[in-house]
């Protein structure tokens, strides 16, 4: 892809290109090896964010609320959700639900996913969610590329789309929103499209994308040139054996659709499928197989250990004691979520949106949450006065304020001091026009560092700031910059590692590692019971082809514990998985095989 980019940008050099792509993993992958190309063509993007981007430059166009303005995890989780659910009279998870089919509904341009919910109840939810939203303000990620889509759709006029040639990579992990998207864009704006994917690996059927997006791209572009990468520079010889014996069993996969192959000059590969007699000692030996491969010279930053699902640790948990029993350390690529839900990290990050939009009506709603004994008679307070006169949180909030609170909850004199507070300190602090030299993280932490008002962050947080500013770039506001602090994070502490990562197979999507160790492997849980079996063997795929040199399948005969519950909880005794019967591997005692590998 590289290579061609940049043969068309030497062809013609007036050729205006936008890159884009599925994950932001992706994105940083391809921004690194396209970095001279980069220079002319501008950053890669994803979907979202290209999106934001054209609707942020034609306001009004979008039908959200503006500035458009992202609800995160810990405010969707901690905010939006329970108090939508308690507004709309329902529970949180039927609230959580309801978005899902919502979202769904986005993504397949359609609104016939329905779950089994009362319509009484789907009613009440979307008039209650409305209300809501326009209270405090917020958009939900999801709604991005159709409101793109849909503004696409009404205007033939939308600056921001200006260019000759869009370059699509993983293009299997297109939803029938985005492609549309990328239709209107060829439509309207004439511009060429090239799509580079792999439908093998196309595994997000949670937000309705399907390999025949990318099967069927040739009718959807007429007159269309095909070009196949029939070779994989990856994986060893033996990997990519065992992995396209795993794919090609697919009923549903085009019978002419060729497989990968190696070079000749390829790597064998070390390949094993190994079984254990309990989960816990599973863990064991994936600690111990972790211990060996760096004691032969693999990095354990080069180390993957990936799991079908890991809800609540359920199989990570025990691998994590056993890593740390041997004394290898390993990271925890989740750890951004958890450390942005840290109460200092989570009022310093609000304080912050306050500074750029002192009526971000989500900030101050998360920001009064955070302060002790601050409960619903005052959040009920304000939000009713807001729902009725049409306003936002924030103006109700900062009009009631400005009044002294009449007739407020006994809470209201907390609420005023911190109010004071923020209200002062960002009226004494302006925000420089232009990125500083040193970048936003730098500045907004020389920012902490002389405000009394603000907490302090955690280590970690100051250190992902500085780590920030070397992937914005100097176009990015500090509103940008903000907004763009869980995403990048949680990237980067995907890719950037110092110790073993333990991860899904799907989170493990756009990565390469010199070893991958897969745990879990056994019926029950590869396939996950009651879903899509081509779509399980696509996931196993993926994790399978992350691997360069040594690709190593463990299962438990017996599990017990968490791990029991998390696939089919009625096996007791179990068998590995169907998916590599029959295949080039054969399963094999895994104690045995350490002791062997350590002794060979």
Not at 73 to 87: I, N, Q
Not at 292 to 297: E, H, M, P
Not at 491 to 513: E, F, H, N, P, Y
Not at 565 to 576: K, M, P, S, W
Request: aromatic content about 6%; charged content about 25%.
């Amino acid at each position: 892809m590289v290579a061609l980019l940049d043969r068309l940008l030497a062809e013609d050099e007036d050729l205006r290109v936008r890159m884009l792509t599925f994950t932001r993993a992706a994105t940083a992958e391809l921004a690194q090896k396209a970095a001279l190309a980069c220079e002319r063509a501008g950053q890669p993007r994803t979907v979202h964010s290209f999106a934001i981007s054209v609707l942020l430059r034609n306001p009004g166009v979008s039908r959200l609320p503006e500035p458009i303005r992202i609800a995160d995890s810990w405010e969707l989780k901690t905010v939006v959700r329970p108090t939508l659910a308690r507004g709309a009279g329902l529970t949180v998870n039927k609230v959580k639900e309801l978005i899902q089919e919502m979202s769904a509904n986005w993504e397949s341009l359609t609104d016939e996913v329905r779950g089994e919910i009362p319509e009484v109840e789907r009613t009440r939810f979307l008039g209650a969610w409305m209300e809501h939203r326009r209270v405090l303000g917020y958009t939900l990620l999801s709604e991005l590329p159709y409101a793109l889509h849909r503004a696409l759709s009404d205007n033939d006029d939308l600056d921001g789309i200006d260019f000759d040639l869009l370059l699509v990579d993983e293009y299997q992990d297109l939803n029938a929103c985005d492609l549309g998207i990328l239709h209107l864009l060829s439509d309207k704006g004439g511009c060429k499209v090239i799509g580079i994917g792999d439908d093998d690996q196309s595994i997000y059927s949670w937000r309705k994308a399907d390999p025949a997006g990318i099967r069927r791209f040739g009718s959807d572009y007429p007159g269309f040139d095909d070009y196949t990468l029939s070779v994989t520079l990856r994986c060893g010889k033996r990997i990519i054996e065992w992995a396209n014996f795993v794919i090609q069993a697919d009923p549903r996969r085009p019978a002419d659709r060729a497989c990968l192959d190696s070079l000749p000059e390829s790597p064998e590969g070390e390949v094993a499928l190994l079984r254990f007699a309990r989960n816990v000692s599973e863990a064991k030996g994936i600690a111990r197989l972790t211990a060996a491969l760096v004691a032969d010279g693999v990095a354990e930053r080069d180390i993957l250990i990936l799991t079908r699902t890991d809800h609540n640790g359920a199989f990570s948990a025990p691998i994590k004691k056993a890593l740390a029993e041997a004394g290898v350390p390993c990271s925890d690529p989740g750890y951004v979520v958890a450390m942005l839900a840290e109460p200092a990290n989570r009022e310093l990050l609000e304080a912050l949106r306050l500074l750029v939009n002192r009526d971000d009506s989500l900030a101050w709603r998360a920001t009064l949450q955070l302060l002790p004994k601050v409960g619903d008679s005052f959040f009920d307070y304000i939000y009713k006065r807001a729902a009725a006169n049409g306003e936002t949180f924030a103006t109700s909030l900062r009009a009631m304020f400005d009044a002294g609170f009449p007739d407020g909850p006994s809470s209201s004199g907390r609420v005023t001091t911190r109010m004071t507070a923020l209200l002062d300190w960002i009226g004494q602090t302006p925000i420089p026009d232009v990125r500083p030299d040193a970048g936003w993280g730098a500045w907004l932490l020389d920012l902490t560092d002389h405000a009394d008002v603000l907490p302090e962050p955690s280590q970690r947080f100051r250190e992902l700031l500085v780590m920030l500013d070397s992937l914005t770039t100097e176009e990015d506001s500090l509103n940008r910059f903000l907004a763009l602090v869980e995403p990048l994070g949680k990237d980067l502490a995907q890719s950037v590692s110092d110790g073993v990562r333990i991860m899904t197979m799907g989170g493990s999507k756009g990565l390469t590692a010199e070893a991958v160790i897969i745990a879990g492997c056994e019926d029950g849980v590869v396939p996950r019971p009651g879903s899509d079996l081509s779509e399980e063997r696509r996931i196993l795929y993926v994790g399978m082809t992350r691997a360069r040199r040594h690709l190593l399948c463990t299962w438990a005969e017996r599990r017990q514990g968490p791990s029991a519950r998390a696939g089919d909880a009625t096996l007791e005794r179990r068998r590995y998985c169907d998916f590599f019967r029959g295949g080039p591997v054969a399963s094999q005692d895994g104690n045995q095989y350490i002791q062997n590998r350590g002794s060979a």
